[in-house]
C-alpha cells in the first residue's frame, strides 16, 4: 500500500482539489440552483477524497492480510490445502489475464512513440480543436421552457400549447420613467413621445394601437373639445394646474384605470416615476426572446431620460444573456486554479503549462461538438460544464505525473512506461463513466439528455487530450530542451 500511495496519491490529490475547486466556483454564480449544486458537489467530492486515503487504502490493507493468511475472500474462514490449490490455480490463470490487458497499453505506448504516430496525432487534435471552434459560432443559447420539465407530464404539454397557440401576443412591457419629470412641459411630453414611438418601431412590436400610455390619454383628454370642460377650472399649462387635473378629473374620469401607472411622492405634488405598457407579438422562441430583451434594453439605455423595461417573463429571459458571462467567468477561474494547483504539487512549468492547455482544449471541444450535438449555453449545461471542469483535468495529471515520475530519460520510454502504469486505468475509468451515464438516456427529461450528451463528450476528449495527445506533446518538449524552460524548473523546483 505505501508504493501504491507513493504513485498515485499526488495525482489523486491534485485532481480531488481541482475538483473541489471547480464545484465551489459555482458558488459565486447568481443563480442558486447553481450554488446549491455545486455546495453539496464539493462536499461529496471532500468526502471521497477522504474516505479513499484514509478508508479505501485500509480495507485494501485488511485484505492483503486475509491473502496472506489464506482466508475466504467472503467469510474469512481458512481455506484448504486442495482449495487454496483450485484457487491458486484461478489466481493464475486471472494473472496471465492481466498480463495480456496490461501488455495492451505498453504496445500502444510504443505505437505512439513512432514519428510517424505523432504527426498524425498532433494533425488529428489540431482538426478536432479547429472543428469544435467552428462549431461554437453557431451555438444556442438559453433554452425553450418546453425541455425544463419532464415529456410525459401536465406542464409540458401546457408549455407546448401556450407557445403554439398563445404567442401571438405573449407579453406587455412595461416602460418605466423613473426619474422626476414636469410632464406639463411640452418639451418633456414631446421628448417622452419620441421614446414611445422607438420602443413601437422595435422588432416584435405591435405599434400604436395596442399601446397604453396614460400621459397620451390624458393629453388627448385635454385636447378634446367634446369634454374638456370638465377640466376647464384647472391651468392645465402649468405644472400645478396640470396636475391637479390630473388627480381630481381624468383619474376619477377614468375610475382609477391608470392610478397604478403614476407615482406620486408623499405630498403628491410631483410625479416621481410613471409607466406606459407596450403590447409585442410573435415571440415564439429562445431566440426571439433573447433578441426581444436586447433591443428593449438598448432602446432603454439610448434614452434621454432614465427609462428601463420591465415585463415578469424577463427574470427567465435573462438566461440568454449572462450564461455566455457566467460561464467564461467560472471556467477561466477554474483553469487558473488548475495550473496552480498542479504547478504547486509538480514544480515544473512546462509540464503545468501543458496540462492547463489540455484543460483549456478540452473545454473547448466539450462546448463546440456539443453545440453539434444539439446543446446549446444554457442554465443546465452550464451547470455541467464548470462540473466537467474539474473531471478535464484527471486524465491529464495522471499521465503527467507518470511521465514526470518515470526513470526512463528517454522521452519515448517515457511514453511506454506511462502508458503502462496508467493507461488501462485511465480507459477503464473513462468508459465506466459513460457507462455510469447512460441510464440518463432513458429519463423522460430533455436534462438528463443534455446530462449524458455532455459527460460523454467531456469523458471521450479528457481520454483523448490526456491519454494520447498529453505524452506527444510531454515528450515533443522533452526533446526541445528549451534553456529557458529548463532554467524556470529549476529555480521553481528550488
Not at 68 to 80: A, E, M
Not at 327 to 351: C, T
Amino acid at each position: 500500500m505505501s508504493e501504491t500511495f507513493s504513485d498515485v496519491s499526488i495525482s489523486i490529490t491534485i485532481t480531488s482539489l481541482t475538483n473541489f475547486i471547480s464545484f465551489l466556483l459555482g458558488v459565486i454564480t447568481p443563480f442558486r440552483i447553481i450554488r446549491i449544486f455545486s455546495i453539496y458537489s464539493a462536499i461529496s467530492v471532500l468526502f471521497d477524497y477522504m474516505y479513499q486515503i484514509f478508508f479505501f487504502g485500509a480495507l485494501m490493507a485488511i485484505d492483503g492480510y486475509r491473502e496472506k493468511h489464506n482466508l475466504h475472500s467472503l467469510f474469512l474462514y481458512p481455506v484448504r490445502n486442495d482449495a487454496a490449490e483450485r484457487k491458486s490455480s484461478n489466481i493464475q490463470n486471472i494473472l496471465n489475464v492481466l498480463k495480456i490487458m496490461i501488455s495492451i497499453p505498453k504496445e500502444f505506448g510504443v505505437l505512439l512513440s513512432r514519428k510517424m504516430t505523432k504527426v498524425l496525432v498532433i494533425l488529428s487534435f489540431i482538426s478536432l480543436l479547429a472543428g469544435a471552434i467552428y462549431n461554437i459560432n453557431s451555438i444556442k443559447q438559453g433554452y425553450d421552457f418546453i425541455k425544463v420539465f419532464p415529456f410525459n407530464s401536465f406542464v409540458h404539454k401546457f408549455i407546448k400549447l401556450h407557445y403554439q397557440y398563445f404567442t401571438d401576443y405573449p407579453c406587455r412591457v412595461q416602460i418605466v420613467f423613473n426619474q422626476t419629470l414636469d410632464y406639463s412641459n411640452p418639451t418633456v411630453q414631446m421628448d417622452i413621445e419620441n421614446i414611445l414611438r422607438t420602443f413601437e418601431s422595435a422588432p416584435y412590436a405591435t405599434g400604436s394601437n395596442y399601446s397604453e400610455c396614460w400621459l397620451r390619454e390624458y393629453l388627448s383628454y385635454i385636447r378634446d373639445s367634446r369634454i374638456n370642460y370638465l377640466i376647464k377650472d384647472f391651468d392645465v399649462n402649468t405644472t400645478k394646474g396640470f396636475l391637479e387635473g390630473l388627480k381630481k378629473v381624468f383619474l376619477k374620469f377614468h375610475n382609477g384605470i391608470f392610478e397604478d401607472d403614476i407615482l406620486w411622492n408623499k405630498e403628491r405634488d410631483q410625479i416621481v416615476a410613471s409607466r406606459c405598457l407596450l403590447a409585442y407579438r410573435n415571440v415564439r422562441s429562445g431566440s426571439d426572446e433573447k433578441f426581444l430583451i436586447e433591443e428593449l434594453r438598448k432602446i432603454a439605455a439610448d434614452s434621454k431620460y432614465d427609462v428601463f423595461v420591465y415585463n415578469m417573463w424577463f427574470v427567465f429571459y435573462d438566461q440568454y444573456l449572462n450564461m455566455p458571462t457566467i460561464y467564461l467567468k467560472s471556467i477561466g477561474i477554474a483553469i487558473v486554479s488548475v495550473f496552480v494547483i498542479f504547478f504547486a504539487f509538480i514544480s515544473d512549468i512546462s509540464y503545468s503549462i501543458a496540462v492547463l492547455f489540455m484543460v483549456i482544449c478540452i473545454q473547448i471541444e466539450a462546448l463546440g461538438y456539443a453545440s453539434a450535438w444539439n446543446v446549446g449555453l444554457h442554465l443546465f449545461s452550464v451547470i455541467i460544464l464548470i462540473m466537467s471542469a474539474g473531471f478535464c483535468v484527471d486524465y491529464s495529471v495522471h499521465i503527467a505525473h507518470a511521465y514526470k515520475n518515470c526513470k526512463e530519460t528517454d522521452p519515448n520510454e517515457k511514453i511506454k512506461a506511462a502508458f503502462q502504469c496508467i493507461g488501462y486505468p485511465i480507459v477503464q475509468g473513462c468508459f465506466s463513466t459513460i457507462i455510469g451515464a447512460l441510464i440518463c438516456v432513458f429519463g423522460s427529461s430533455y436534462m438528463l439528455i443534455v446530462f449524458f450528451k455532455i459527460i460523454v463528450l467531456v469523458m471521450i476528449f479528457s481520454m483523448f487530450n490526456g491519454l494520447i495527445v498529453l505524452p506527444v506533446i510531454l515528450s515533443i518538449i522533452d526533446s526541445i530542451h528549451i534553456p529557458w524552460m529548463k532554467q524556470l524548473n529549476i529555480v521553481s523546483s528550488t
